[in-house]
């Protein structure tokens, strides 16, 4: 299996530029994770998908965060207007939704926004 | 508010001695604890696990234990190496509303050769 793959590896954009970061889960989980990783927080969980449909979106942190599953082998976590302090790695990882079940991560999308 | 916290950001081991990285947690529902390593440049990887009903796991080096009373939980490696140079996350999941997994912020751990 080729694991969770995310797109792109690295990006550097302007303040106020929308930025799309992509995610392919393992073929077969049915849950998908959207983490931030940052020196002061550490992984945050930022939203969770069970069977494609958004369960917690509890950790985004505003408005200009949005994420989508349109189906079960493709996620996109958008940042529109991007600012400075949005640069972080951000992770996806994808699971079976099961208590007791390992979750698995992509090598992440490096942002940085000048 | 954070279910889980890992206290110590950083912690430094001469090579050959145990490694010893603490965890707590919050939430009583959490049933499945986790460990993962991550180095630099990589995605987190998954260490070793342990469910709430047993109180320790080994696997080779590496012993989790679990202390459901304190909500607390350690990773012991012994003997240490420098390529278990990493960040260390615990995790934890359960059905909180979901069966989504929780990270603390993390332990840098440095073995010095």
């Known amino acids: 299996d080729a694991g969770v793959i995310q797109s792109p590896r690295h990006e550097v954009t302007e303040m106020g530029q929308e930025v799309t970061l992509r995610c392919k889960p393992i073929?077969?989980?049915?849950?998908l994770f959207w983490y931030r990783q940052t020196m002061m927080r550490g992984l945050e969980l930022l939203i969770y998908?069970?069977?494609?449909?958004?369960?917690?979106d509890s950790g985004m942190p505003e408005d200009r965060f949005s994420a989508k599953m349109p189906n079960a082998s493709f996620s996109t976590l958008k940042i529109q207007p991007s600012e400075p302090r949005d640069s972080a790695v951000y992770f996806c990882?994808?699971?079976?939704?099961?208590?007791?079940?390992?979750?698995?991560f992509g090598e992440g999308s490096w942002l940085t926004v000048v | 508010d954070q279910q889980v916290k890992q206290n110590s950001p950083s912690l430094s081991v001469q090579e050959g001695r145990i490694s010893i990285l603490n965890c707590d947690y919050t939430?009583?529902?959490?049933?499945?604890f986790l460990w993962y390593k991550k180095y630099p440049a990589e995605g987190p990887t998954f260490l070793i696990s342990?469910?709430?009903?047993?109180d320790k796991n080994e696997d080779g080096r590496f012993t989790v234990f679990l202390n459901k009373s304190a909500k607390h939980l350690s990773l012991h490696i012994v003997p240490s190496q420098p390529g278990d140079s990493a960040v260390y996350f615990c995790?934890?999941?359960?059905?909180?509303?979901?069966?989504?997994?929780?990270f603390g912020a993390g332990t840098r751990l440095f073995v010095k050769a």
């Open positions: 990882a994808s699971s079976f939704d099961i208590s007791g079940n390992t979750i698995y």
């Open positions: 073929s077969g989980h049915n849950s």
């Open positions: 998908f069970n069977n494609n449909v958004p369960i917690d």
């Open positions: 939430n009583s529902m959490f049933d499945y």
């Open positions: 342990i469910s709430s009903i047993k």
């Open positions: 995790a934890a999941s359960g059905n909180t509303g979901g069966f989504k997994t929780i």
